[in-house]
């Protein structure tokens, strides 16, 4: 790849690619309602809301409640399948087609490298893989793949809205090429150097400290909010111009100036309160930084790399809707989590998922689940209490991805504290045999997780657990 020969070849057939892609079928696979109760308890689905509302292009109609899901800014849709097809699905729809506000992404970098998350399980970390950032045919399939995804986002943007593409040194030299014949040369609006303390150095080049991210818009006029930044007087003293408003802190004297396109933030640390051990987590700062800049409260935002979910939980933080997609089990479950932690309501859609209750004797759970289950008699006799105990997890099959290592810790761990091995559990008691709607989550936070939970339910009725081990694997088991 080193002629704009090659470049144009890369965007003509990105273009048939996006083109020839078929849209995903999506199904509506649970609902977890905005926080509302005590910790851990959670609303159920609203009655009133009808089924077969808007929902993604191809999504199942058994889908409910998808309308409401737009219009609440603590609500929020997350998506695991392939993003070119599940952004063909939204394009398809007048629901999200040419309706977001913001589209950020994070997309590989084109390191040639393997990618680890590193997870917290009692005193061990075990580490699984996140990605691979390895192309067969080089750097011109990374562009092809990379471009054919921003044709289709460009469907997804709203004609005053932003797109901002975050690269490093590896790879931002072609694909701002690649943007200029997407979006036009006219369209480019700033590049943001994000830059850092972490990272390597070398004795052969100066220290790379620094990421890249471009940022195009749809059209002429886009929605942008200037933030001010901190400029020190020189001396740290006073001016005392007419009209020049100045502020003092610990270091001395200061004016508020825009900001500019250098952005200082620190990357997040290891133990950081933010950090979920998924690999090149991005700190939420900076996605705040970026969702201020571009959008307002309830505003439409996206993200298809989602990763460890970071635009999502700042965008739900903010007040703006967000729809997220991640291929990855462990990156959505991870996301799902952090968003449940914040007490943010999201749906999840998946790309042909597999039953929450596959057939009798079909195929092995990925683990076994022990758990103890009670129940005891309350006033209304058509309801009981029932009390959960779990007492953890038994993989039966670990992931080829880990190295032997983090496989001798997982099965040391079984035997040690099995209930380590946990990262979420949720109980929904009115299953419908569809979707899952829990009315108790638990979801690990600094490293600590509830194992027990009582909850009032309908005497009759199913009543369905399902837990997501630190792997990103999930199981559902049946209680009654």
């Known amino acids: 790849m080193s002629t704009l ?114 997870l917290r399980a009692g005193d061990e970390t075990v580490r699984k893989l996140a990605y691979r950032d390895r192309w067969k045919r080089g750097m011109y399939e990374y562009l092809r793949q990379l471009t054919a995804r921003l044709l289709v986002m460009r469907d997804l943007l709203a004609e005053d809205g932003l797109i901002f593409v975050h690269l490093d040194s590896h790879a931002a030299h072609y694909v701002r ?21 972490s990272g390597g150095s070398s ?3 100066f220290a790379r400290k620094h990421d890249n991210i471009l940022v195009y818009a749809k059209s002429a006029k886009y929605k942008f909010h200037p933030l001010k930044e901190k400029s020190y007087n020189r001396g ?31 990357m997040v640390g290891r133990t950081s309160a933010e950090r979920t051990g998924y690999a090149t987590q991005k700190p939420e700062k900076l996605l705040e930084r970026i969702l201020l800049c571009a959008t307002d409260e309830g505003d439409l935002c996206g993200d298809f790399f989602c990763g460890s979910g970071t635009l999502p939980a700042a965008a739900a933080r903010l007040g703006r809707r967000f729809c997220a997609c991640d291929l990855e089990p462990l990156a959505v479950e991870g996301t799902l989590g952090r968003l449940i932690r914040q007490g943010a309501g999201v749906q999840v859609y998946r790309e042909s998922p597999l039953p929450i209750l596959p057939e009798e004797g079909k195929g092995l759970p990925a683990f076994d689940i022990s758990v103890q289950l009670t129940e005891q008699a309350v006033r209304d006799p058509e309801q009981v209490l029932v009390s959960l105990a779990l007492e953890g997890v038994r993989e039966r099959r670990l992931a080829r991805e880990m190295d032997p290592k983090s496989k001798a810790r997982v099965e040391k761990l079984e035997k040690k504290d099995p209930g380590a091995l946990i990262y979420a559990w949720s109980l929904d008691d009115r299953f419908d045999g569809e979707v899952f709607r829990p009315r108790m989550v638990q979801v690990r936070r600094n490293g600590d997780l509830p194992l027990t939970g009582s909850l009032v339910v309908p005497r009759s009725g199913a009543l369905l657990l399902k837990v997501v081990d630190i792997l990103g694997r999930t199981v559902y088991k049946r209680l009654r």
């Open 236 to 266: 740290l003293k006073p001016y005392r111009f007419k009209g020049v408003e100045e502020f003092e802190d610990e270091l001395g004297w200061y004016t508020l100036v825009n900001m500019k396109d250098v952005w200082q933030i620190d």
């Open 203 to 205: 004795k052969n080049h």
């Open 5 to 118: 020969k090659e470049l144009t070849q890369v965007e003509g057939r990105a273009r048939a690619q996006a083109r020839l892609t078929k849209a995903a079928r999506l199904t509506l696979t649970e609902e977890v309602r905005a926080a509302e109760g005590p910790a851990g308890i959670y609303p159920g689905p609203k009655t009133s809301e009808a089924a077969g509302g808007p929902s993604p292009a191809g999504a199942t109609e058994r889908a409910s409640g998808h309308a409401a899901a737009l219009r609440d800014t603590r609500s929020g849709l997350l998506f695991q399948g392939d993003n070119l097809r599940v952004m063909k699905a939204l394009a398809e729809r007048e629901d999200f087609r040419g309706r977001f506000q913001l589209l950020y992404l994070d997309p590989p970098f084109f390191t040639k490298s393997t990618y680890e998350a590193a």
């Open 177 to 197: 090429v690649l943007l200029d014949e997407v979006f036009g040369a006219n369209r480019f609006v700033n590049e943001i150097i994000w830059t850092y303390k």
